[in-house]
């Protein structure tokens, strides 16, 4: 089992631990991975909407580089993941289009792109190519007794028509990886809203809000922590999460905190797998998971 790891900006700028975390899991698993070298943001659907040819230029030559070691890519990351993988599919379905991108993409790299590859995030690789139970024998500290709440964001799920994994509307894929681990999955409505990390540019204080909401609804659950697998959603959930809840506190009169771990999640597989909060690079994250390493430790 090999890819070709397209790591994106997030994990090898903003949030280094999720490189960090990603590379102890598939090693320990013994998932072959190459890395891209020669690759470029996937533009987070901003350049998609300024200048639609230059982002899919940009992203084909990602997708050559991989397919001319005749290997899917594997992300790490949900917005590359819909954008990336979005792209992808409207360059396999639609033959003229692939050709006009690949007269820019041949004029500038030499390179030329043929539709064969596939995306792939890890969330999708391990519960499909790898399998649920071959993951399960690799748990030696299972988190049993440990509510884990889901936030999957936007772009893992949707487009719809591009994003065929799992169903946008009622997803499993994380509940299947929390419940492999020993953990329980927390239901709650906001697991697969937005997290709110695109608006901040243009409404600070709805951002906000919609943090607070979606950490909010999953502590009332029940949950010990959050896990998600794109690191712009953790960026919104774990940066923004003292200022989310001051807004609460303003805006609506909450008086309790937040207090909600929020984890990659290769970090929540590492901790399962035995790997140590300083080995999966958790001291990183601004919102503290000192309590909820300690119920681990309890556990163990």
Same mark, same amino acid.
């Given at each position: 089992m090999k890819y070709a790891y397209y790591p994106g900006c997030?994990?090898?700028g903003a949030a280094?631990?999720?490189? =960090?975390a990603t590379?102890?899991? &598939? =090693?320990? /698993?013994?998932?072959?991975?190459?890395?891209l070298m020669a690759f470029n943001c996937c533009g987070a659907g901003v350049i998609t909407e300024a200048d639609p040819d230059l982002a899919y230029t940009l992203n084909a030559r990602t /997708?050559? +580089? %991989?397919?001319? $070691?005749?290997?899917?890519?594997m992300t790490v990351c949900g917005t590359c993941q819909g954008v990336l993988g979005g792209i992808n599919k409207k360059l396999q379905g639609d033959d003229a289009l692939r050709a006009r991108i690949n007269v820019a993409l041949k004029?500038? +790299?030499? /390179?030329?792109?043929?539709? +064969?590859?596939?995306?792939?995030? /890890?969330?999708?690789?391990?519960v499909k190519d790898f399998g649920i139970d071959a993951l399960k024998t690799f748990i030696s500290h299972p988190l049993t007794d440990l509510s884990i709440a889901p936030f999957y964001g936007c772009y893992i799920l949707r487009p719809s028509s591009t994003s065929r994994f799992d169903d946008w509307e009622n997803p499993v894929s994380l509940e299947k990886l929390i419940q492999?681990?020993? %953990?329980?999955? &927390?239901?709650? $409505?906001?697991?697969t809203k937005c997290c709110g990390f695109p608006v901040f540019l243009e409404k600070e204080k709805i951002a906000l809000s919609m943090v607070g909401e979606r950490i909010g609804? %999953?502590?009332?659950?029940?949950?010990?922590?959050?896990v998600t697998p794109c690191p712009l959603c953790h960026m919104s959930l774990d940066i923004y999460q003292e200022r989310a809840e001051k807004n609460r506190q303003r805006e609506k009169g909450f008086t309790e905190k937040l207090d909600m771990p929020i984890l990659h999640l290769p970090q929540l597989l590492g901790l399962a797998m035995g790997f140590t909060p300083d080995e999966l690079g958790m001291k990183r994250h601004l919102s503290p998971t000192g309590s909820f390493i300690d119920k681990i430790e309890s556990q163990n």
């Open positions: 997030a994990a090898k280094p631990e999720l490189h =960090q590379m102890k899991v &598939v =090693q320990k /698993l013994g998932i072959e991975i190459k890395e /997708l050559a +580089t %991989a397919e001319k $070691d005749h290997l899917d890519i004029e500038s +790299t030499g /390179l030329e792109y043929h539709g +064969t590859v596939e995306v792939k995030h /890890l969330q999708w690789i391990l492999a681990i020993g %953990a329980h999955p &927390v239901p709650y $409505d906001g697991r609804e %999953a502590k009332e659950k029940g949950g010990d922590a959050m």
